[in-house]
Structures are given as structure tokens and as C-alpha cells.
């Protein structure tokens, strides 16, 4: 596994628990996937030597994030079975080149131009409108790297505060609702999708998912399509997550993760194969599990906001027996910071959705 974080710790023990020996690269000597590994390798993700070793000792090496150099990857793939590809990653790991590919493939997005000069922005605003948000290209994640813009001066002065690095500038879609398909695509190209997840982003970064997301049949069916042809197209080999924006009752594609996704964390509780497991299938090209899902769930986001006096009140959530915790062993707790989540299941999605809304403040 190349990176060590909650993802990369939540596929760590899926594959333990299969029987598979797991060796985590990952730079933090504490890092949430290199606590629950065989082997730690600690060095950072361009190290020749420690991408050597990993390859070397490994049947098989996948990723939990975007942000892996594909140049390590096309490394690896000297030395063992790697998937995702490098192409897949590198064409998602940059928003210029992810927006371009979706619009290049024919996939609706929100209007978008790419920003590659302060001089490009006058332009691009043509083409967004206002308001508009300006994204950096690179390494943005969860809000990060993002400014909301009303007029050219703004677009320049957010330009200049991103280090006038390469960005996308897409227009501002007034919202109805966000979904997400988290599907898995094996060797041969067959698929396994998850049921579709209904999100509520506070501040950029997720705070709730729903399933089943509250949409039409056929709104939820052709979000599926999309992911499926997107996967497709890409010729994916893994698990990976395509994030939706509703508007105007229309479906536009916000992101590809090409990777499990915090979206897809309901499955942990809720579905016969979760998204790690998955994972771990795919990479070890055994047949994919059953995506079904069991029952209704909210799954709520435990930041590091809620650490002030003394951490959060866990006996409150764990006296609810439909509940499900699942902390990430993080040390520092910092605001913002994904520390946990837990899996509200009930009889319906609204209970779910209530139960988990009353906790998520009890905390
Ligand atoms: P991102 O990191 O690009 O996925 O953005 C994080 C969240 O910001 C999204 O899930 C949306 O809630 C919001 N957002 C991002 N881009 C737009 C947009 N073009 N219009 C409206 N909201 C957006």
C-alpha cells in the first residue's frame, strides 16, 4: 500500500483479515495504515530505494491516494502487478488534466477554463460566469486550495495567494443535491457498483452520506451508468469513486478519486462486500464481492473539531447498538482533521439520517 492513511489503514485490515501480509509505505512513523501493517516501510513516495524494496517484497501494490507520483508507480511496475495504472492516476491526480479528459470524453462537468497565467483569467470568467470558484490543479483536497470569486480583481488577488501555481476556474452550480458512486473494475472489465450515496459537504469537507441517496430511479441509475463508462473509458483496474454535483435536476461529474472514498465508508457496515474488501479483491484479482446493500444508513464524519475539552463523548454513541464506530488511531487531533466516522443503520434512511444528526451534535 502506498500511503498510510485511514484509507490505506481500513484496506490494511481487510487484507490481514483475508490472510494477506501487508507492507504500508507511508513517510509518518505514525501514521494510521502503518500502525495496523506487516511492515512499515517509513521513507517518503519518491524514494527509489524504498519503492524498490516495497515492489521487490510485494505481490501486488495499490494506493490510497491520488497525490502517489505516477513516475513511483510506472517504478513499481518494474517490479510487480500494479493497480490502479499510473495513466488513471496521473490523469485524476490534476484537475486541468481531469476536467479536460471528462470534457474530452464527452462527460458533463460544471463550465470550466484553465487557468495557466494571471492573463488567462479574464477569459476563463467569460466562460464561468460569476461567482466562480478558482481551484489550484494540483494537491487541493477537501476545500483545500479553493476560493470563491465574485469579479476579476478577486480571481487575480486568489490567483496570487495560490502562488499563481496552474488552476481551473469553474463555475459556481447552485446545488440541488451531491451524490457519489464508489464502483470497483476488475481485469476483465467487469464492474461492481455500490448503491448510490447521497453527500452533505459542510465547509468543503464531507460531513454526511445517505443510502439510499433520496433521487429518482433513473437519476440514480444514470449516475451509475456515468461511473461505470467513466471506469471504462479509463480502463480502471481497482476501486474507485465518481463524485456528482445535482443541478437543475442534471447530473455533472465534480470529481474521480481513483481509490476507496470517504463517501464509500457506509459499505464497511451496511453492504455484503465493503470497499476495502473490494479493494483487495481487485488488486489480487480474485472475482469481485456482492456490493448489496443491507440497509439503510447514515454515515457522519468525526473531525478533529470536536477534541476541545477532553475528546468526544463516545459512551453517548456507543450506548445506540445500531450505531458503528471506526476511529483512524490519529495522535494529533486538529481541526478539519478526518479522526473517525460512524455508521448509523436503521430502518429507514430519514431515522438514520436523525439519529445520526443527534449524535454528530451530542458528541
Ligand atoms: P471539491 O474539493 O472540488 O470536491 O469541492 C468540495 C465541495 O465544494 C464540493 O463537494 C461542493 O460541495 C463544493 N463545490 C466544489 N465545486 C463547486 C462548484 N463548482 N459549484 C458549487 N459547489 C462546489
Given at each position: 500500500?502506498?500511503?498510510?492513511?485511514?484509507?490505506?489503514?481500513?484496506?490494511?485490515?481487510?487484507?490481514?483479515?483475508?490472510?494477506?501480509?501487508?507492507?504500508?509505505?507511508?513517510?509518518?512513523?505514525?501514521?494510521?495504515?502503518?500502525?495496523?501493517?506487516?511492515?512499515?516501510?517509513?521513507?517518503?513516495?519518491?524514494?527509489?530505494?524504498?519503492?524498490?524494496?516495497?515492489?521487490?517484497?510485494?505481490?501486488?501494490?495499490?494506493?490510497?491516494f491520488?497525490?502517489?507520483?505516477?513516475?513511483?508507480?510506472?517504478?513499481?511496475a518494474?517490479?510487480?502487478?500494479?493497480?490502479?495504472?499510473?495513466?488513471?492516476?496521473?490523469?485524476?491526480?490534476?484537475?486541468?488534466?481531469?476536467?479536460?479528459?471528462?470534457a474530452?470524453?464527452?462527460?458533463?462537468?460544471?463550465?470550466?477554463?484553465?487557468?495557466?497565467?494571471?492573463a488567462?483569467?479574464?477569459?476563463?470568467?467569460?466562460?464561468t460566469?460569476?461567482?466562480?470558484?478558482?481551484?489550484?490543479a494540483?494537491?487541493?483536497?477537501?476545500?483545500?486550495?479553493?476560493?470563491?470569486?465574485?469579479?476579476?480583481?478577486?480571481?487575480r488577488?486568489?490567483?496570487?495567494?495560490?502562488?499563481?501555481?496552474?488552476?481551473?476556474?469553474?463555475?459556481f452550480?447552485?446545488?440541488?443535491?451531491?451524490?457519489?458512486?464508489?464502483?470497483?473494475?476488475?481485469?476483465?472489465?467487469q464492474?461492481?457498483?455500490?448503491?448510490?450515496?447521497?453527500?452533505?459537504?459542510d465547509?468543503?469537507i464531507?460531513?454526511?452520506?445517505?443510502v439510499?441517496?433520496?433521487?429518482?430511479?433513473?437519476?440514480?441509475?444514470?449516475?451509475?451508468?456515468?461511473?461505470?463508462?467513466?471506469?471504462?473509458?479509463?480502463?480502471?483496474?481497482?476501486?474507485?469513486?465518481?463524485?456528482?454535483?445535482?443541478?437543475?435536476?442534471?447530473?455533472?461529474?465534480?470529481?474521480i478519486?481513483?481509490?476507496?472514498?470517504?463517501?464509500?465508508?457506509?459499505?464497511l457496515?451496511a453492504?455484503?462486500?465493503?470497499?476495502?474488501?473490494?479493494?483487495?479483491?481487485?488488486?489480487?484479482g480474485?472475482?469481485?464481492?456482492?456490493?448489496?446493500?443491507l440497509?439503510p444508513?447514515?454515515?457522519?464524519?468525526?473531525?478533529?473539531?470536536?477534541?476541545h475539552?477532553?475528546?468526544?463523548?463516545?459512551?453517548?454513541?456507543l450506548?445506540?447498538?445500531?450505531?458503528k464506530?471506526?476511529l483512524?488511531?490519529?495522535?494529533a487531533?486538529?481541526?478539519?482533521?478526518?479522526?473517525?466516522?460512524?455508521?448509523?443503520?436503521?430502518?429507514?434512511?430519514?431515522?438514520?439520517?436523525?439519529?445520526?444528526?443527534?449524535m454528530?451534535?451530542?458528541?
Open positions: 500500500m502506498l500511503g498510510g492513511g485511514q484509507l490505506g489503514r481500513m484496506f490494511t485490515l481487510a487484507a490481514r483479515t483475508m490472510g494477506y501480509k501487508v507492507m504500508v509505505l507511508d513517510p509518518d512513523a505514525a501514521s494510521p495504515a502503518g500502525q495496523m501493517a506487516d511492515v512499515h516501510l517509513q521513507a517518503d513516495y519518491t524514494d527509489l530505494a524504498a519503492l524498490k524494496k516495497l515492489g521487490e517484497s510485494c505481490a501486488a501494490v495499490t494506493t490510497e491520488e497525490n502517489v507520483p505516477a513516475a513511483s508507480l510506472n517504478e513499481l518494474r517490479h510487480c502487478r500494479v493497480a490502479p495504472g499510473a495513466e488513471a492516476v496521473a490523469i485524476v491526480q490534476d484537475r486541468s488534466h481531469e476536467k479536460s479528459w471528462l474530452g470524453n464527452g462527460f458533463a462537468t460544471a463550465p470550466f477554463a484553465l487557468v495557466n497565467s494571471e488567462d483569467l479574464a477569459a476563463a470568467l467569460t466562460v460566469g460569476t461567482p466562480a470558484l478558482l481551484k489550484v494540483r494537491l487541493g483536497y477537501d476545500g483545500k486550495g479553493q476560493a470563491r470569486v465574485g469579479s476579476l480583481d478577486e480571481a488577488a486568489a490567483y496570487q495567494e495560490f502562488g499563481s501555481q496552474p488552476c481551473v476556474l469553474e463555475g452550480v447552485r446545488l440541488e443535491r451531491e451524490v457519489s458512486v464508489v464502483l470497483a473494475r476488475d481485469d476483465a472489465g464492474c461492481a457498483l455500490f448503491p448510490l450515496a447521497e453527500n452533505r459537504h465547509n468543503g464531507l460531513d454526511v452520506t445517505i439510499p441517496a433520496r433521487v429518482s430511479g433513473s437519476l440514480a441509475q444514470q449516475a451509475c451508468d456515468t461511473a461505470r463508462a467513466v471506469a471504462d473509458k479509463l480502463g480502471y483496474v481497482g476501486v474507485m469513486a465518481v463524485e456528482f454535483f445535482i443541478a437543475g435536476g442534471q447530473l455533472m461529474i465534480n470529481e478519486a481513483p481509490r476507496p472514498h470517504n463517501s464509500g465508508h457506509y459499505t457496515d453492504c455484503v462486500t465493503d470497499q476495502f474488501e473490494q479493494q483487495v479483491r481487485a488488486l489480487c480474485l472475482p469481485l464481492g456482492d456490493p448489496r446493500l440497509s444508513v447514515a454515515m457522519v464524519n468525526i473531525l478533529g473539531d470536536r477534541w475539552d477532553g475528546g468526544p463523548h463516545w459512551d453517548t454513541l450506548a445506540h447498538t445500531n450505531i464506530l471506526h483512524y488511531g490519529k495522535q487531533a486538529r481541526p478539519g482533521r478526518k479522526m473517525g466516522h460512524f455508521n448509523v443503520l436503521d430502518t429507514d434512511v430519514e431515522s438514520a439520517l436523525q439519529l445520526a444528526e443527534r454528530r451534535n451530542a458528541l
